[in-house]
């Protein structure tokens, strides 16, 4: 069994951080990314911003508003 790391974060079998699922809508993430509809899907917003982790999709985001 896997040791979890110091992170307390979720992982799979092979250790990688486990993402989360490309259908959770906007409102349902801890903090909604206001750039983006509250009924976006995550997999729209990676698809728009090409990024992939919830992170990088928020900084992306911003930079879209600003041009």
Same mark, same amino acid.
């Given at each position: 069994?896997? #040791?979890?790391?110091?992170?307390?974060?979720? &992982?799979?079998?092979?250790?990688?951080?486990? &993402?989360?699922?490309?259908?959770?809508?906007?409102?349902?993430?801890?903090?909604?990314?206001?750039?983006?509809?509250?009924?976006?899907?995550?997999?729209?917003?990676?698809?728009?911003?090409?990024?992939?982790?919830?992170?990088?999709?928020? &900084?992306?985001?911003? #930079?879209?508003?600003?041009?």
């Amino acid at each position: 069994m896997n #040791k979890a790391g110091l992170d307390d974060r979720h &992982r799979d079998k092979d250790g990688e951080i486990q &993402r989360k699922r490309s259908d959770t809508l906007n409102k349902n993430l801890s903090k909604p990314i206001p750039q983006f509809s509250p009924n976006a899907m995550l997999g729209e917003m990676r698809k728009k911003t090409g990024k992939i982790s919830e992170a990088d999709v928020r &900084r992306a985001a911003a #930079k879209l508003t600003k041009k």
